[in-house]
C-alpha cells in the first residue's frame, strides 16, 4: 500500500503519516525498488491507534508511549491504566482552567451594551482601563 492509500486506509493526511514517521512515533515504512514508501497492515494499525490517542487529546509523545505499550507483551494493564489515569487529570485541570475563564469573561460580557456605542466594557476590561 503506497502512502496516499495508506492515508486513505487511516483518515490521515500524507504529510502527517511522514511526520509521524520522522518524530519516530511509528515505524518507518518499507521502501520498494523505486524508492516509495510501503505500508504493511501493522503500519495501518499504528497509525490508526496514533490518530485515536490524538482524538483523545494525549500528546504526541504520550501516543508513542501507549503504542510502545501497546507493542510490549510485558506490559501490564496497570501501565497503561496509570498514563490514562494522568491524562484525564491533565483533561480535569483543563476543564478548570477554562471554566475560571468563562467565569472571568461572562459578567464583563453582561455589562456590555452590545449596541452601536464606541464604549465597550470588554475593551475596558481587557486594556486594563474598568469602568
Known sequence: MNISQ???????SAKTI???EQQGVVAPAERSDNGYRT???AHIDELKFIKRTRSLGFSLE???DL????????RT???VKSKALEHIEKITEQIEALEAMRDALLPIVEQCQGD????CPIIDQLSGRTQ
Open 18 to 20: 511522514r511526520y509521524y
Open 77 to 79: 494493564s496497570a501501565q
Open 39 to 41: 505500508y504493511s497492515p
Open 6 to 12: 495508506a492515508a486513505a486506509a487511516t483518515g490521515l
Open 116 to 119: 452601536e456605542s464606541v464604549e
Open 67 to 74: 503504542l510502545r505499550l501497546a507493542q510490549d507483551p510485558n
Open 62 to 64: 504520550e501516543g508513542r
